[in-house]
C-alpha cells in the first residue's frame, strides 16, 4: 500500500509556532505509523512564499523578498529535525520547477476556457489573502483576523469555480470520508448549499509584483491560491514524474480548520478543472490556544516548538500535543498542562513500568529475557494486549491520536496492575514458583516491546531507547514491524538487555504562592455570605417560574470524553450544544468515556462557568439520581430520538 500525506506550506511572513508544529507533528507520525503497517509512504512538507504579506514582511524587515523567504524558510526547515519530524520532501513555492508548473497548469485551465478577465469590486482581507464575502464578515470585521477589509475594485482573472459546484457536492456525498472529522464535511456541504462565486486568482503586476506571472498575461501574477494550492502536485513531480503516478491517487491532506474552504473548495474544483481525480482525503484539525487564549504576536504567547522541546523534550512535546488535542476540537496549552503528562503519564506510567520491569529483570535474571510457560493467568494481560493492537491500528488511521494513546495507556496501566498481583518478588523467594517468575517476567519484556512498537510513531527517540535497553536494535522488525510483529509472544528468550537512563525523569512544579492571609479572609467572608443567602433562598423549597424560566436547557451531543487526572470522580466532556464546550461532569464511576461519545444529554446552558481540577466547565449535565441497595448512582439524561445537537428543553 501506498501513503502521500502532505502538511500545508506554511507562509513565511512568521516564524514557526506550536500550531505549525503540531500540523507537522501530525504528518509525521501518521507517516511512521503508515511505514510500520509496511506502506511506501512519502510525506511533504513546504514553504509559501508568494504573496501580499511576505513582500510586506519582507520590506519590514528591510530585505529583499528572496533574501527575506530564504532566510524564514530555512528556520521552518531547520526546525523540523529538532522535533524529529522527517519529512521525504521540502517544497518552496519559489523553487524553478513549481514556477514552471503552476504557469503550465494555469495555461491549460485558460486554454479550457475556464479562466476569464473581469472587472471586481469586493472586500480584500490582507490577513486571509482573499475576497470575503459580506455573509463572512462579523461587524465589518473579519473574524480571523478582527481588521476591516479593504474595498477594492480591480479588472482580475477568474476561475470557473461555480462550474465544478455540482461535482463537487456528488463527490462528496458519494464519499463520506473525504472530508473529515464529519463536523467539517457538513460545514463544507453547508457553504456549497448556496451557489459559488468564481474565485478571483490574479493581482496586476502594479500591486504586486512578488508572485508567479500569468503565462498568458505578464501584467499580472497568480493570487496566493491558485500557486499555493498546486504544491501538491509539483512536490510529486506532476505530470510526468514516476512519484505523481504513484502518489496522486492516495492524497491525504492536514489542515487545521482555518484554511477549510481553500482546501475543500477551490482545491477540488481546480482538480476537476485539470481533468485529474481528486485528493483521497482532507484531515481538518482544531486550532491550539494558550492559556485558553488564542495565541497572537500582539498578545504576546506565541509558544514556540524550540522552547518546548529545550524545556520538556522533544518525545515530551510530541506526546502532549497528540494526547492534548481531540482531532478536530481545539485544545488549550499550558505549562501545566504539559508538566502534568510528564510527569503523571510519562514520568509516572510509562517510565515507571519501564524501569520497574526491567529492574526486575536485571536483578532476578542477570538482564536474560527467560522463557515462558504459557498459562491461563496471563491471558488478561494478553488479551487486553490484542484489544489495545486493534483499537491503536483503527484510531491511528483515522487521525484519533488522543484515542490510540488512550488505548496504549490501558496497556501499560494493566501491566503495573500485573506487577502488583503477581508479585515477583515473592515468587524469587520460592524455588516451585521460578518458573512462573519467568513467565511474569517474560510478559513484561514483552509488553515494553510491543509498546515501543506502538508508541514509535508518537516517540520515535524515546522508543529507539527502549529498543536499546531491551537488547534489540533500533530498525529491529520486532519494534518497526507492526504488519508482522503485533502479535504476542514475539520477543525471543535469551534476549539480553542494556542499561539505561530513566526515559523521563520528572519536572519539578513550583509551590504556589500562599495567599496573603487578609485576602484569604475577605474571600471566606464572602464566600460564607453567598452560602447563607443561597440557603435562605432554598430553605423556602419553591422557585417561581421566572426564576426557573432563567436555567436554559439544552440537548447536547457529547463529541469527546476523558477521564480528568488525579480524578476518580470527574470527566472531561467535550460537547456540542451547537456551539463547542467544555463541561466537567462528576460521572467517572458509571461511565468510561469511550461509551458515551456520541450521546445526546440534557444540559444547563447558562451556568456560570466555574474551575474543576483546572478545568473551566461551561455548564452541568443532568443526571438522574438512582438510589439502590443504600448506594446511589447517575444515570444520565438523554432524548428519546436522536435531535439537532443545541435544540431547547421545553
Ligand atoms: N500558506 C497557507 C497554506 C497554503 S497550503 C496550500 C497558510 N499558511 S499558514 O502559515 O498560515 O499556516 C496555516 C496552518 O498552520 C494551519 O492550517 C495549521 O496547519 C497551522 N496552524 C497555524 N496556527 C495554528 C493554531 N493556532 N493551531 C493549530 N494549527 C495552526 O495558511
Not at 491517487?249 to 492536514?254: D, G, K, L, S, T
Not at 491511528?396 to 496497556?411: D, I, V
Not at 455548564?619 to 428519546?640: C, I
Request: aromatic share 10%; hydrophobic share 40%; net charge negative.
Amino acid at each position: 500500500m501506498t501513503t502521500y500525506i502532505t502538511t500545508p506550506i506554511y507562509y513565511v511572513n512568521a516564524q514557526p509556532h506550536l500550531g505549525h508544529a503540531y500540523t507537522t507533528i501530525v504528518a509525521d507520525t501518521y507517516s511512521r505509523f503508515k511505514r510500520l503497517t509496511g506502506d511506501t509512504v512519502r510525506f511533504q512538507t513546504g514553504t509559501d512564499e508568494h504573496g501580499d504579506k511576505i513582500a510586506e514582511a519582507a520590506a519590514r524587515e528591510e530585505e529583499s523578498p528572496k533574501e527575506y523567504v530564504d532566510r524564514i524558510s530555512g528556520m521552518f526547515k531547520s526546525t523540523w529535525p529538532l522535533l524529529d519530524i522527517k519529512p521525504d520532501f521540502f517544497i518552496r513555492t519559489t523553487d524553478k520547477n513549481h514556477v514552471a508548473t503552476v504557469q503550465k497548469i494555469l495555461q491549460q485551465v485558460y486554454d479550457k476556457g475556464d479562466i476569464y478577465f473581469d472587472k471586481y469590486s469586493g472586500q480584500y482581507c490582507t490577513g486571509c489573502e482573499r475576497f470575503l464575502t459580506e455573509k463572512e464578515l462579523v461587524d465589518g470585521k473579519c473574524p480571523d483576523h478582527q481588521t476591516i477589509p479593504e474595498e477594492i475594485t480591480e479588472q482580475n482573472y477568474f476561475f470557473r469555480m461555480s462550474r465544478y459546484q455540482q461535482d463537487l457536492i456528488d463527490h462528496i456525498h458519494a464519499n463520506p470520508e473525504f472530508i473529515t472529522p464529519e463536523r467539517y464535511r457538513n460545514e463544507v456541504l453547508s457553504f456549497l448549499s448556496e451557489p459559488l462565486e468564481d474565485l478571483c486568482i490574479s493581482r496586476p503586476t502594479s500591486r504586486l509584483t512578488w508572485g508567479i506571472p500569468l503565462p498568458f498575461d505578464d501584467t499580472f501574477v497568480t493570487y496566493v491560491w491558485f500557486d499555493a494550492l498546486i504544491n501538491y502536485l509539483t512536490g510529486i513531480g506532476y505530470p510526468d514524474g514516476d512519484d505523481f503516478e504513484t502518489y496522486w491517487n492516495v492524497a491525504e491532506h492536514v489542515i487545521a480548520k482555518d484554511i477549510l474552504k481553500p482546501h475543500a473548495i477551490y482545491w477540488p474544483t481546480m482538480i476537476l478543472s485539470m481533468g485529474l481525480p481528486l485528493y483521497k482525503k482532507l484531515h481538518v484539525h482544531g486550532y491550539w490556544n494558550v492559556d485558553e487564549t488564542k495565541m497572537s504576536k500582539s498578545i504576546g504567547n506565541v509558544v514556540r516548538p524550540a522552547e518546548l522541546v529545550e524545556e520538556y523534550g522533544v518525545d515530551c512535546l510530541r506526546y502532549f500535543t497528540l494526547r492534548e488535542m481531540s482531532f478536530g476540537l481545539d485544545a488549550s496549552f499550558s505549562a501545566d498542562a504539559i508538566i502534568a503528562r510528564k510527569n503523571s503519564d510519562l514520568a509516572n506510567d510509562l517510565g515507571n513500568l519501564y524501569s520497574r520491569s526491567t529492574a526486575m529483570l536485571f536483578k532476578y535474571t542477570d538482564g536474560i529475557v527467560p522463557a515462558t510457560v504459557s498459562t491461563e493467568d496471563d491471558t488478561v494481560l494478553r488479551d487486553l494486549a490484542a484489544a489495545v493492537l486493534v483499537t491503536y491500528q483503527e484510531t491511528m488511521s483515522n487521525f484519533q491520536f488522543h484515542r490510540a494513546l488512550q488505548a496504549a495507556w490501558e496497556l501499560i496501566s494493566q501491566a503495573n496492575k500485573y506487577i502488583v498481583s503477581n508479585e515477583p518478588w515473592a515468587l524469587v523467594k520460592d524455588p516451585e514458583r521460578i518458573d512462573r517468575l519467568h513467565t511474569v517476567l517474560y510478559n513484561l519484556a514483552e509488553t515494553l516491546r510491543l509498546l515501543t512498537l506502538l508508541l514509535q510513531p508518537v516517540m520515535p527517540g524515546t522508543c529507539r531507547k527502549m529498543a536499546a535497553g531491551l537488547g534489540l536494535a533500533e530498525d529491529s522488525p520486532l519494534v518497526t514491524d507492526l504488519k508482522n510483529n503485533g502479535g504476542w509472544g514475539m520477543i525471543e528468550a535469551g534476549t539480553g538487555l542494556q542499561k539505561i537512563d530513566a526515559l523521563f525523569p520528572r519536572v519539578e512544579t513550583k509551590k504556589k504562592k500562599q495567599q496573603p492571609a487578609k485576602q484569604k479572609s475577605e474571600k471566606v467572608s464572602k464566600k460564607q455570605k453567598e452560602k447563607k443567602k443561597q440557603k435562605a433562598e432554598v430553605a423556602e423549597g419553591v422557585i417561581s417560574f421566572d426564576q426557573f424560566q432563567k436555567v436554559e436547557l439544552r440537548v447536547a451531543e457529547i463529541v469527546a470524553a476523558e477521564a480528568v487526572r488525579k480524578s476518580d470522580r470527574l470527566l472531561k466532556l467535550t460537547v456540542k450544544a451547537p456551539e463547542e464546550r467544555v463541561i466537567v461532569a462528576g460521572i467517572a464511576e458509571y461511565y468510561k468515556p469511550e461509551d458515551i461519545v456520541g450521546m445526546q444529554v440534557l444540559i444547563v446552558a447558562n451556568l456560570q462557568p466555574a474551575k474543576l481540577m483546572g478545568i473551566e466547565s461551561q455548564g452541568m449535565v443532568l443526571a438522574a439520581k438512582v438510589e439502590e441497595d443504600g448506594k446511589s448512582r447517575l444515570v444520565l439524561s438523554t432524548v428519546s430520538v436522536p435531535v439537532p445537537a443545541g435544540s431547547g428543553v421545553a
